[in-house]
């Protein structure tokens, strides 16, 4: 029995006029994530922490920013895409713990609808996607309101 542990984290600054999607939903806020995709942090930390814990890379070297395939890409397609890949070399998604980290907006009216769609995207059932958010205290840049970040832990075990 093989298993491998990935690591994964995401951060993006917020700016005005774009929409916030965290998690594939989209969520009321007055600023939305800035970034080459739709900037979705909650699906680009697992993402990399899927692809290092196969060994295939990093979230860049898959979808590079700059190129026009990936411009406002919806980030779901991005980790269905990357789960794919990782099924593909023999492997299948064990778990996935996921923290933003964010002093705004409240994540829990939307937690159970992300977590079934992590839980979809990566084939595995819900009680298998822990999902947690917290803030920074109001330090620094995310305790000022200048983004978000994500961390995200999955493991992985060989077929």
């Known amino acids: 029995m093989s298993f491998r542990i990935g690591q994964g984290y995401d951060v993006h600054r917020l700016i005005e006029g774009r929409r916030l999607v965290l998690g594939g939903e989209v969520i009321p ?8 995709s739709d900037a979705d942090v909650l699906l680009h930390a697992p993402g990399d922490a899927l692809l290092g814990a196969a060994g295939l890379g990093d979230l860049g070297s898959h979808f590079p920013p700059g190129d026009p395939r990936w411009e406002n890409a919806d980030s779901c397609d991005l980790l269905r895409e990357i789960f794919l890949k990782v099924r593909d070399e023999g492997f299948r998604v064990v778990n996935c713990d996921l923290t933003l980290i964010a002093e705004a907006p409240k994540l829990a009216p939307y937690s159970s609808s992300i977590r079934r769609r992590l839980a979809d995207l990566l084939e595995i059932e819900v009680d298998a996607v822990g999902l947690k958010a917290t803030t920074n205290e109001k330090l620094g840049w995310i305790g000022r309101g200048e983004g978000m970040a994500a961390t995200a832990v999955v493991l992985l075990k060989r077929k």
């Open 29 to 36: 806020f007055d600023r939305g994530l800035d970034g080459y």
